[in-house]
């Protein structure tokens, strides 16, 4: 019911802004950056402040000058070490990959909040979505096979906002703060301990910077049209 709810709002939206000035409509968005694994961790075991590296790449389509459409793919790595090493620990460390694909909602806060009646430089977009991720430890890479004690399959919930400063007609920076939380994730991130906890489990926080490359044949793209 919610996702038919967000599809109707999102048709509606298109349908009462569709003879807004012609703009371009599609882009193509890259980041890299840090990640941080909140939790859940094994308890012998943690995690840098900040694990480079995090790197995702997508494409955006605007609905209109308020709300778009994204599909995404990701890519985190981490890096474990003991927590209280002893000397027979140094050099001892667990890493693991996580791949993630989502399809994001995309709300353009700066058109909605009028940001350019007072500068047509900076922009700053809200985004949430679901799909799928994957958690593979150095254990899986190793034997090259899928294996369910090595890998774990869940369902990601993002949430983010991206503060954008445009430097062209075609381009523009971002800056991405990006939150993820899973249902059915059954590993710890460093994949050294199993557990099956319901609802809500594991936090991934990612700091990025990027850019969008805007397409199309008009001048400007839906990000940077001014309301009337």
């Known amino acids: 019911m919610n996702f038919r709810l967000l599809l109707l709002t999102y048709i509606l939206a298109f349908n009462a802004f569709s003879q807004l000035t012609p703009a371009n409509r599609l882009s193509i968005d890259a980041n890299i950056g840090v990640t941080k694994a909140l939790y859940p961790l094994s308890p012998d075991f943690k995690t840098n402040a900040l694990n480079p590296i995090s790197a995702s790449a997508g494409c955006r389509f605007m609905l209109n000058d308020l709300f778009g459409l994204k599909g995404e793919f990701s890519l985190n790595y981490f890096k474990f070490t003991k927590d209280n090493p002893t000397p027979a620990d140094t050099g001892l460390f667990l890493e693991s ?132």
Do not use: C, E
């Open 97 to 228: 990959f996580y791949y993630r694909t989502s399809l994001v909602g995309v709300t353009n806060l700066g058109n909605l909040l009028n940001f350019k009646s007072h500068t047509d430089k900076f922009g700053l977009l809200l985004h949430t979505g679901a799909g799928f991720s994957i958690l593979q430890s150095d254990k899986t890479l190793k034997h090259v096979t899928w294996k369910d004690d090595f890998s774990d399959i869940m369902i990601n919930i993002t949430l983010g906002l991206s503060p954008q400063y445009k430097i062209g007609p075609r381009m523009a920076v971002n800056l991405d703060l990006l939150a993820i939380t899973h249902l059915f994730q059954t590993f710890t991130f460093d994949m050294n301990t199993a557990g099956n906890r319901p609802g809500f489990d594991g936090i991934i926080l990612n700091l990025s910077g990027g850019i969008s490359y805007y397409l199309g044949r008009h001048q400007q793209h839906f990000d940077w049209t001014k309301r009337l």
